[in-house]
């Protein structure tokens, strides 16, 4: 069966049909339609946790632990994938159960930002639970010029701390972070307007979860860039809705785009799903 890629409106998130994540030799076209849509997503895969990272590593080193990662949330024995689900098993939440509700870019406080993501559906619940993708290079392209001007070789904070002291004092059931951990967690610099490092097109770099402020403007002036910019990136236009079946693996890439998971009803569904991440490079 022939590789086929049917592409959603602005060529904004695309299904690819007729590819095994399995196969050497349908990588180049699973990549090549993952740079030019940012978010593909393949139907009805069967992918045991070792396949995933198998197929991951295809893209890139792995990014394994990291300091905003509970340990108890790593899948025993494969720690480079990290569980996202509300199941307990002996009374224990065996993931994340709310990870990633709210806008966001993975691991983008970090020096070296996640590259890509894999996300693989193994249960999910008939009624809520999608995710929400935004397309930051559209966003950039359509930028009004006052507003491109004003992060013109700008760069921006992002930082886990606040997004983490947030959920923690809202109650939230996940696992929580060490003290070294939490130490550990590092506030860093980027470009407001990155350079996407495969495509040389150019992508917004920011937001609402993570990033905190501009370098170089006061609070106010900043708040009301980020704002501006928020607004801007969260148009219908550039959205994608996933809305997940089980077997279901969604690639993103997380230098073009940023995601937001909705909630469902934790009480009477399940949600479970293996993430993977890629390690990529520094920001300019
Ligand atoms: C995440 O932010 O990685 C979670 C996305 C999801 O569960 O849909």
């Given amino acids: 069966m022939a590789i086929d890629v049917q592409s959603g409106p602005g060529g904004f998130a695309g299904e690819v049909r007729g590819a095994d994540l399995e196969r050497a030799g349908d990588f180049s076209a699973i990549h090549r339609a993952f740079l030019d849509h940012g978010v593909i997503v393949m139907r009805d895969c069967s992918l045991t946790p070792e396949a995933q990272i198998a197929f991951s590593r295809r893209f890139g080193p792995l ?55 894999i996300l693989h559906a193994v249960e999910v619940p008939p009624e809520g639970g999608d995710t929400l993708f935004a397309d930051l290079q559209q966003a950039y392209e359509t930028l009004p010029d006052t507003l491109k001007s004003r992060i013109d070789g700008k760069r921006a904070a992002h930082t886990f701390r606040k997004h983490y002291l947030e959920v923690m004092a809202a109650g939230s059931p996940r696992p929580p972070l060490t003290q070294e951990q939490f130490e550990a ?89 293996h993430r993977s991440c890629i390690h990529g490079d520094k920001p300019y």
């Fill in 185 to 273: 967690l590092a506030l860093n610099y980027h470009p407001i307007a990155r350079t996407h490092p495969e495509t040389g097109r150019k992508t917004l770099f920011v937001n609402p979860g993570h990033t905190t402020e501009i370098e170089g403007m006061d609070e106010a002036e900043s708040q009301d860039v980020l704002d501006a910019l928020f607004e801007h990136c969260l148009q219908p236009e550039f959205i994608y809705r996933h809305q997940w079946k089980a077997g279901d693996t969604v690639i993103w890439d997380n230098r073009r785009v940023m995601h937001n998971a909705e909630p469902y009803d934790m009480d009477r569904y399940t949600r479970h799903m």
């Fill in 63 to 117: 990014m394994g632990r990291r300091p905003s990662t509970p340990d108890k949330v790593l899948m025993p024995g494969l720690p480079e994938i990290v569980i996202l689900s509300n199941r307990k098993v002996n009374g224990e939440t065996v993931g994340i159960t709310d990870a990633g509700r709210y806008w966001h870019s993975d691991l983008c406080f970090e020096e070296k930002p996640n590259m890509a993501t």
